[in-house]
């Protein structure tokens, strides 16, 4: 067969016609012109087409690009999926942990945090496929115990259904995503190793001297402030108290209700309760510790006020014994133990299920976070 090139006619300069119909050839002119018209035709009816279909794909834009950009999910892991959906809320999560604003970070800040967050995903899902082979048990009445505490946080029993709604949750999707999450949790339990009683002696007898109780005192004052700029100067105020005290005219308690300045204390008669110096100002503990037990001291000055003090009791300084404080030794071990095998466990997941998981960047780069 001989292919033969078209070239195309040349279209006189002006109004003038087709060369078929200036060399005399009337039907085939006639028919080049019809045909011309019929060109025209379909390149307005094609125009039209083409517009509506442009119409038509910015309507559909979001559910488009979600399509042309892996179907809404920023990865996979054996095959669980990682929804836009999920990352977005994950990082609305994040900002609202770290009092950040999406706003305030700028373009390598906003990528950071999605490539952060995500990964945090992909450890859970890890984590969860290596649990789901594993056949690791929890009680569903774990879950709903852990459900109702968090529904006894807020005051208005409406506030609570509000909240699952605004996270696209119902009580029953709660408690199936808590009752996952203790699953999670109790496997990786399983896989460290307890901390033995003869770690916890060998820890204590290294850092005993960390553990030591410092002195306490429990007392009450009764508090003017020095920042009342209509009252400069209290010292005559304090004095006045002071007198009223000594001559017992009115007790210690009655006092502090009728003239502290500290709101907290002065409901409870100026009971500051027990108190170590990390808790007090320096100054203000100079004062407490040189007073006997019942004494009341002079007129104290502060950074913050005039103070009378009475001190009620006082503890010594002490080393708490080891059967004292075990238990609270061997939390401290098994939360540093389960940063370290949690790190040296998830490295290890990733590297047995990395031909699994795969991330869909196009997707992850226009993730933002949820409202």
Not at 38 to 47: E, L, N, P
Not at 113 to 120: H, K
Not at 162 to 177: P, V, W
């Amino acid at each position: 067969m001989k292919i033969i090139k078209y070239t195309g006619v040349k279209r006189p300069a002006g109004n003038e016609a087709p060369v078929a119909i200036r060399m005399g050839c009337p039907r085939l002119g006639a028919s080049m012109s019809n045909l011309s018209q019929g060109f025209r035709w379909r390149y307005a009816v094609g125009f039209i087409a083409a517009g509506s279909l442009l119409a038509l794909l910015y309507a559909c834009k979001e559910p488009l690009e979600q399509l042309w950009l892996g179907g809404g999910n920023v990865a996979e892991v054996n095959g669980l999926p990682i929804t836009r959906q999920e990352l977005g809320d994950a990082m609305r999560e994040r900002l609202w942990k770290r009092h950040e604003s999406w706003a305030s970070l700028g373009p390598e800040g906003r990528k950071q945090t999605r490539w952060q967050v995500l990964e945090n995903l992909v450890n859970d899902r890890l984590v969860r496929t290596s649990r789901s082979n594993s056949g690791t048990v929890a009680t569903q009445a774990a879950a709903k115990r852990e459900s109702e505490w968090m529904q006894r946080q807020f005051a208005d029993e409406a506030e609570f259904p509000r909240r699952l709604a605004a996270q696209q949750l119902t009580t029953k999707s709660l408690a199936a995503q808590i009752h996952e999450a203790q699953l999670d949790e109790a496997w990786l339990q399983e896989q460290m190793p307890q901390i033995t009683p003869q770690e916890v002696s060998a820890w204590y007898e290294e850092f005993k001297d960390t553990l030591r109780i410092p002195q306490a005192h429990h007392a009450a004052h009764i508090f003017l402030t020095r920042h009342d700029k209509t009252k400069p100067d209290r010292e005559a105020e304090i004095r006045e108290i002071q007198r009223q005290l000594l001559n017992k005219e009115k007790t210690f308690a009655q006092l502090a209700k009728e003239h502290s300045d500290d709101d907290r204390s002065r409901k409870l008669g100026g009971d500051l309760g027990w108190f170590t110096q990390e808790r007090m100002p320096a100054d203000f503990i100079a004062a407490v510790e040189k007073l006997k037990i019942g004494q009341f001291s002079e007129p104290v000055q502060t950074q913050f006020g005039w103070h009378i003090i009475i001190v009620y009791e006082r503890r010594a300084s002490r080393l708490p014994p080891l059967a004292e404080v075990k238990e609270e030794i061997a939390a401290l071990l098994t939360s540093k133990r389960r940063e370290e095998a949690v790190q040296g466990l998830l490295a290890e997941l990733r590297e047995r299920w990395k031909p699994s998981v795969f991330y869909h960047s196009e997707v992850i780069d226009h993730a933002e976070p949820t409202p």
